[in-house]
T-cell receptor, first 111, second 112 residues
Framework: DAKTTQPPSMDCAEGRAANLPCNHS???????VYWYRQIHSQGPQYIIH???NNETNEMASLIITEDRKSSTLILPHATLRDTAVYYC????????????FGKGTLLTVNP | DVKVTQSSRYLVKRTGEKVFLECVQD?????MFWYRQDPGLGLRLIYF???????EKGDIPEGYSVSREKKERFSLILESASTNQTSMYLC???????????FGQGTRLTVV
């Protein structure tokens, strides 16, 4: 699976959009980009995923560059409850794929 | 509501003890995973299983073994607990061909 690079930490003001970048320059054509977040003392929670196209759901939007070498997770109106570690991972599917996480980005939403 | 349940939230064991961490999911998922999480090191994969009685080593399997006798249950075994296995342990499950995994609430294990 391709490696990902994320900044270790970011800050965002409450009510503003939070844009979390992820670099996955070695991604191959059949690999998906997934995002999770982990609020303190809880297990990680799936947010969104994509292959080539931009995706949006009730939690966030995912923008993937045309060359697929990077992506951005957007939380349109960050709240204090969005303070968490956000993980970007790349997955190549087989029936027994590995689901591995890096260190993620600690997003702190400030009042 | 989907559920992954880990048998204990907090556990204290002595060095050298055999420790069992249990994980049960009620979603009929084929894939199950065990991770440990330590400050500064992120979430690291210990073992995973994609079917009953099947197991695969993750990135840090040393000192651990697993058992999957039934589809819904995946056990992590510390044959002889050591202090460097003090950690938060997280279990997850998913369907095959999807990266959407569901996690348990974690077990904080302290080995003294």
């Amino acid at each position: 699976d391709a490696k990902t690079t994320q900044p270790p930490s970011m800050d965002c003001a409450e009510g503003r959009a939070a844009n979390l970048p992820c670099n996955h320059s070695t991604i191959s054509g059949n690999e998906y980009v997934y995002w999770y977040r982990q609020i303190h003392s809880q297990g990680p929670q799936y947010i969104i995923h994509g292959l080539k196209n931009n995706e949006t759901n009730e939690m966030a939007s995912l923008i993937i560059t045309e060359d697929r070498k990077s992506s951005t997770l957007i939380l349109p109106h960050a709240t204090l409850r969005d303070t968490a570690v956000y993980y970007c991972i790349v997955i190549s599917f087989g029936s027994n794929y590995k689901l591995t996480f890096g260190k993620g980005t600690l997003l702190t939403v400030n009042p | 509501d989907v559920k992954v349940t880990q048998s204990s939230r907090y556990l204290v064991k002595r060095t050298g003890e055999k420790v069992f961490l249990e994980c049960v999911q009620d979603m009929d998922h084929e894939n199950m995973f065990w991770y440990r999480q330590d400050p500064g090191l992120g979430l690291r994969l210990i073992y995973f299983s994609y079917d009953v009685k099947m197991k695969e080593k993750g990135d840090i399997p040393e000192g651990y073994s697993v058992s999957r006798e039934k589809k819904e249950r995946f056990s992590l075994i510390l044959e002889s607990a050591s202090t460097n296995q003090t950690s938060m342990y997280l279990c997850a499950s998913s369907l095959p061909w999807t990266g959407e995994a569901f996690f348990g609430q974690g077990t904080r294990l302290t080995v003294v």
